[in-house]
């Protein structure tokens, strides 16, 4: 498995995390009535950290059977369970959210 970094999806990644770190940072101004810029980095970071982790696990196949057994129960696919797998592959991109948001969380422990 080859990993490539694509430009459009690492900026996709970029404003997803960069507009919930501010929508954070502008609740906590009017909770707390401070800025408190790390904590949340830290937060948007940790959030987009278990969604790439949730991808991660996905693509290496561990939720593969239980969403076949679903659709299967539900009489979605008459397939049988390989090839289910073959005709559909999860394809989303985990490695640039990956990379995102462990740099949100790294600047938000500096500051």
């Known amino acids: 498995m080859r990993i490539r970094l694509e430009r459009k999806e690492l900026k996709k990644s970029l404003l997803s995390i960069s507009v919930v770190a501010l929508s954070i940072l502008v609740y906590f101004h ?6 408190l810029l790390s904590d949340s980095l830290c937060l948007s970071g940790v959030l987009f950290l278990s969604v790439a982790l949730w991808r ?3 693509i290496l196949g ?3 059977r239980t969403i076949y057994s679903f659709r299967r129960m539900t009489g979605k ?3 049988e369970f390989y090839e289910y797998t073959q ?3 999860y394809t989303e991109k985990f490695i640039e959210l990956l990379i995102c948001s462990v ?4 600047i938000s422990l500096i500051l």
């Open 103 to 106: 740099a949100f969380i790294l």
């Open 77 to 79: 696919t008459k397939q």
């Open 62 to 64: 561990l939720f593969d």
């Open 87 to 89: 005709e559909n592959p």
């Open 56 to 58: 991660v696990v996905r």
């Open 30 to 35: 009017i909770i707390e009535g401070k800025w």
